[in-house]
């Protein structure tokens, strides 16, 4: 057992993920309060003087209400060293959500009782099952009128191909909501509001044999329902099996209220009993282990311009083996460097605390002389493997580029380089033809907005926005095999390039796909990049 297996053992990284409003954000904020983390947690949004979320910290989060970046949150909870990477719920920034999918070992899912399952919680659930990753259900708001709790099971069994087993159960909803039943512990946990962002609430515990407590507390109906559905659940529901959990075929769910803070310290315990250590990762050398290899992470997101009055760049790593000693070289494999990482911390929102050492599951940033890129593996310098690249999603929204004042043309180029680099964003360029003509491609048309506002308030630079008709991209496979200037295209095909020089193809209509490819005999065209 060598000296750092006890502190991996003792770590949990999950991610967070779930639809706009479904509560993902105040969720997070009332596990730091259960840590310790924050001693008041804030409103999400709303009024201008309310606090903002302890984990949005770009400026246009702040003014909008939503995250459009991950944040990294770290806190301590019963012996247990955890690590929450907070997503953006918005369909526009699903890139950002799928690579901090890569870094977590496990997913929360959160879903509005009163909603179900809504379009991204389904989009973000393939990326989950792709990568057979544990998934946790919090159905969320039980302190609002909820739909049918068989309904809402069903609906994620149906929508999502996952069993559900409930862990607790719900009793009545909205202004009738009085608590859950817990079904290992056969017992009622009663519901109190508390005050909003306080941890205290007053709730009993009553056994479920004490049916005259029961009644006195809940009410005859409320009993009389209960007992019915649970002699229903018992007889449909999917029996818990851990190592079902662990495989990504079974979702343990629980019900609760985030915003009054019922059913969040439930739900952790809970949580941290069935979650894994950190997982192994898989490299071209293998699959390593992490207590049993010396340092390696990869990097899975850059944001740049995290402190304003530095213009810095931060590399985030989700540490994959072994432990992290500021002290010592390592090895950035894409580059064959070798150094020390500088001034690595651990980042909550927009402060920083500066590490001396880390483990395996734990998410460090790093500041970035600019020679990191999304998917880089570092390793001991005696070392040298690569940890499996991350998919570029293709962009599906293109617009042409312009600077507004022509004399900060530099301002422009840095900018939206280092944005770039930062994965939200793709740039591309006319083939051949240099950085003249720049083309944006983005997942989703917000990010659109969110480009304007930082070359604005981070590079003090105007752009102009033409939006492009092109909905398809494609990279070319056999790139080395085609002569790219003569390949025979159709009218609404156009020519581009990424800025590493790899060729690109943009179309108006899918069927102009499929006609370059016969038109190209031997053409290999793929919707993924690589980082």
Same mark, same amino acid.
């Given at each position: 057992?060598?000296?750092?297996?006890?502190?991996?053992?003792?770590?949990?990284?999950?991610?967070?993920?779930?639809?706009?409003?479904?509560?993902?954000?105040?969720?997070?904020?009332?596990?730091?309060?259960?840590?310790?983390?924050?001693?008041?947690?804030?409103?999400?949004?709303?009024?201008?003087?309310?606090?903002?979320?302890?984990?949005?910290?770009?400026?246009?989060?702040?003014?909008?209400?939503?995250?459009?970046?991950?944040?990294?949150?770290?806190?301590?909870?019963?012996?247990?060293?955890?690590?929450?990477?907070?997503?953006?719920?918005?369909?526009?920034?699903?890139?950002?959500?799928?690579?901090?999918?890569?870094?977590?070992?496990?997913?929360?899912?959160?879903?509005?009782?009163?909603?179900?399952?809504?379009?991204?919680?389904?989009?973000?659930?393939?990326?989950?099952?792709?990568?057979?990753?544990?998934?946790?259900?919090?159905?969320?708001?039980?302190?609002?009128?909820?739909?049918?709790?068989?309904?809402?099971?069903?609906?994620?069994?149906?929508?999502?191909?996952?069993?559900?087993?409930?862990?607790?159960?719900?009793?009545?909803?909205?202004?009738?909501?009085?608590?859950?039943?817990?079904?290992?512990?056969?017992?009622?946990?009663?519901?109190?509001?508390?005050?909003?962002?306080?941890?205290?609430?007053?709730?009993?515990?009553?056994?479920?044999?004490?049916?005259?407590?029961?009644?006195?507390?809940?009410?005859?109906?409320?009993?009389?329902?209960?007992?019915?559905?649970?002699?229903?659940?018992?007889?449909?529901?999917?029996?818990?099996?851990?190592?079902?959990?662990?495989?990504?075929?079974?979702?343990?769910?629980?019900?609760?209220?985030?915003?009054?803070?019922?059913?969040?310290?439930?739900?952790?315990?809970?949580?941290?009993?069935?979650?894994?250590?950190?997982?192994? !990762? =898989?490299?071209? &050398?293998?699959?390593?282990?992490?207590?049993?290899? @010396?340092?390696?992470?990869? +990097? *899975?997101?850059?944001? %740049?311009?995290?402190?304003?009055?530095?213009?810095?760049?931060?590399?985030?790593?989700?540490?994959?083996?072994?432990?992290?000693?500021?002290?010592?070289?390592?090895?950035?494999?894409?580059?064959?460097?070798?150094?020390?990482?500088?001034?690595?911390?651990?980042?909550?929102?927009?402060?920083?605390?500066?590490?001396?050492?880390?483990?395996?599951?734990?998410?460090?940033?790093?500041?970035?002389?600019?020679?990191?890129?999304?998917?880089?593996?570092?390793?001991?310098?005696?070392?040298?493997?690569?940890?499996?690249?991350?998919?570029?999603?293709?962009?599906?929204?293109?617009?042409?580029?312009?600077?507004?004042?022509?004399?900060? !043309? =530099?301002?422009? &180029?840095?900018?939206?380089?280092?944005?770039?680099? @930062?994965?939200?964003?793709? +740039? *591309?360029?006319?083939? %051949?033809?240099?950085?003249?003509?720049?083309?944006?491609?983005?997942?989703?048309?917000?990010?659109?907005?969110?480009?304007?506002?930082?070359?604005?308030?981070?590079?003090?630079?105007?752009?102009?926005?033409?939006?492009?008709?092109?909905?398809?991209?494609?990279?070319?496979?056999?790139?080395?095999?085609?002569?790219?200037?003569?390949?025979?295209?159709?009218?609404?095909?156009?020519?581009?390039?990424?800025?590493?020089?790899?060729?690109?193809?943009?179309?108006?209509?899918?069927?102009?796909?499929?006609?370059?490819?016969?038109?190209?005999?031997?053409?290999?065209?793929?919707?993924?990049?690589?980082?």
């Amino acid at each position: 057992m060598t000296d750092y297996t006890k502190e991996i053992n003792r770590r949990r990284t999950f991610a967070i993920i779930s639809h706009p409003d479904a509560g993902k954000t105040t969720l997070t904020e009332k596990f730091l309060l259960y840590g310790g983390a924050i001693n008041l947690a804030g409103s999400v949004k709303g009024k201008a003087t309310a606090r903002h979320a302890v984990s949005d910290w770009m400026e246009i989060e702040k003014e909008r209400g939503i995250s459009v970046t991950s944040s990294v949150l770290q806190f301590e909870y019963d012996g247990f060293c955890i690590n929450i990477l907070d997503t953006p719920g918005h369909q526009d920034f699903s890139e950002d959500t799928y690579r901090t999918l890569m870094a977590a070992d496990s997913a929360v899912m959160v879903i509005d009782a009163s909603k179900g399952v809504e379009a991204q919680t389904r989009k973000l659930f393939k990326v989950c099952a792709m990568r057979h990753i544990p998934i946790f259900t919090f159905i969320n708001k039980m302190d609002r009128d909820a739909n049918d709790t068989f309904d809402l099971l069903d609906e994620v069994e149906k929508e999502l191909g996952i069993a559900t087993c409930p862990v607790n159960w719900p009793i009545g909803s909205g202004k009738g909501f009085k608590g859950v039943f817990d079904r290992e512990g056969a017992k009622v946990i009663t519901y109190s509001d508390t005050e909003k962002g306080t941890k205290e609430g007053i709730s009993k515990e009553i056994p479920l044999e004490n049916r005259e407590e029961l009644i006195e507390n809940i009410g005859q109906e409320a009993a009389d329902k209960l007992f019915d559905e649970l002699e229903l659940l018992d007889g449909a529901g999917a029996e818990f099996d851990l190592a079902d959990v662990r495989s990504g075929d079974l979702t343990p769910v629980f019900f609760g209220s985030a915003l009054t803070n019922f059913g969040v310290e439930i739900f952790l315990q809970h949580f941290l009993e069935m979650a894994t250590t950190p997982l192994p !990762r =898989k490299a071209d &050398i293998g699959l390593l282990e992490p207590a049993e290899h @010396e340092f390696s992470a990869f +990097v *899975f997101k850059i944001q %740049a311009n995290m402190n304003k009055a530095h213009r810095d760049r931060i590399a985030f790593m989700r540490i994959c083996s072994g432990k992290y000693d500021a002290a010592k070289e390592v090895r950035h494999v894409q580059s064959g460097r070798v150094m020390r990482l500088s001034q690595p911390q651990q980042i909550m929102a927009d402060e920083r605390k500066i590490l001396s050492e880390a483990y395996a599951g734990d998410i460090i940033g790093v500041f970035d002389p600019g020679i990191f890129s999304i998917g880089d593996t570092l390793c001991m310098p005696k070392e040298s493997f690569r940890y499996e690249g991350i998919p570029t999603f293709a962009p599906e929204h293109f617009a042409r580029v312009r600077q507004i004042d022509t004399m900060k !043309r =530099k301002q422009f &180029i840095k900018g939206i380089s280092q944005i770039a680099q @930062e994965g939200a964003i793709q +740039v *591309f360029q006319e083939l %051949a033809g240099g950085m003249e003509e720049i083309i944006v491609g983005v997942v989703g048309v917000l990010q659109f907005e969110v480009l304007k506002y930082r070359l604005e308030n981070e590079y003090r630079v105007d752009i102009g926005l033409e939006q492009l008709p092109y909905e398809y991209i494609r990279w070319i496979e056999n790139k080395e095999e085609i002569d790219i200037q003569r390949l025979q295209g159709t009218s609404d095909m156009k020519k581009i390039q990424d800025l590493k020089g790899n060729p690109l193809l943009l179309f108006v209509n899918e069927w102009s796909i499929r006609m370059t490819c016969e038109r190209n005999k031997g053409l290999q065209l793929s919707e993924f990049g690589r980082n």
